[in-house]
C-alpha cells in the first residue's frame, strides 16, 4: 500500500478529490491510503498563525519553518521507504517513469506551500525533492498533489482493473468513440471511422498509432 501525507493549509480544497473515483476505490481496496496534516496544527503561535514577512522585503507572506516541519515530523516518524516532495515551478517536471517509481514507496509526504512559498530551510532539512507538473505557478501545492498522487496511484499493482488501462502499456490515441455509430447533431451526421468497426485488430492498432 502507497500511504500519500499531504501538509497542506487547505486539505479541504482536495479531500473532495481524493474521496471520488478511483482514487476513493483505491482507499476503499486498502491500495492507498491519504492523510493529512495541518501545519496551524503544529504551530507554538497562540493565535495559531504559520506565515510571516519575508526576510529581506517582498510582497507576500511565507510560511514558517517550525509548524512545517513538526507536521511533516509527525508524517514521517520513524517510517522506512519515504519520499517527500516539495512543488515549485522550477522543480523537475514529473514524468510517468517517475509515477512509475513513486507507486512502489510506501510512504510520499507532499508538501504543499501557500502565499509566497515555504521556509527554504524545510526543504533542505527534509531533503525534499523540488517537483514541478508543468511551467507556471499556481496558488498552492494542493492542486500538484492531486495530480501527482493520481497518476501514481493509477501505477499502484491492483488499483486499475484492467492492466491494459495503463496509457503506457497499450497503443493510445488520441480518438476514441463508442455508441451511437451515427451521430446525429444540428442536421449533420458524425460516423466512427469504419476501421473501428472492421474487427481487424491488426489495422485498428495501425489507425491508433497513426493517431
Known sequence: MTHFHLITLFPESIESYFNTSMLKRAQKDKKIKVSYYNPREFTKDKHNRV???PYGGGPGMVLEAGSVLRAAQKAI???????????SPSGKQFEQKDAKRLSKKKHVVFL???????????????????????PYVLTGGELPAAVVADSITRNVEGVLGNAESLEDT??????????????????K??????VLLSGHHKNIEEW????
Open 51 to 53: 506565515d510571516f514577512k
Open 77 to 87: 516518524g520513524a517510517k522506512k521507504d519515504v519520499e517527500v516532495i516539495f512543488f
Open 112 to 134: 504543499c506551500g501557500h502565499y509566497e512559498g515555504i521556509d527554504a530551510r524545510v526543504v533542505k532539512i527534509l531533503k525534499a525533492k523540488p517537483v514541478s507538473i508543468g
Open 170 to 187: 497499450r497503443t493510445a490515441s488520441s480518438e476514441v468513440y463508442t455508441r451511437p455509430e451515427v451521430l446525429k447533431w444540428k442536421g
Open 189 to 194: 451526421e458524425y460516423k466512427v471511422p469504419k
Open 208 to 211: 491508433r498509432r497513426g493517431k
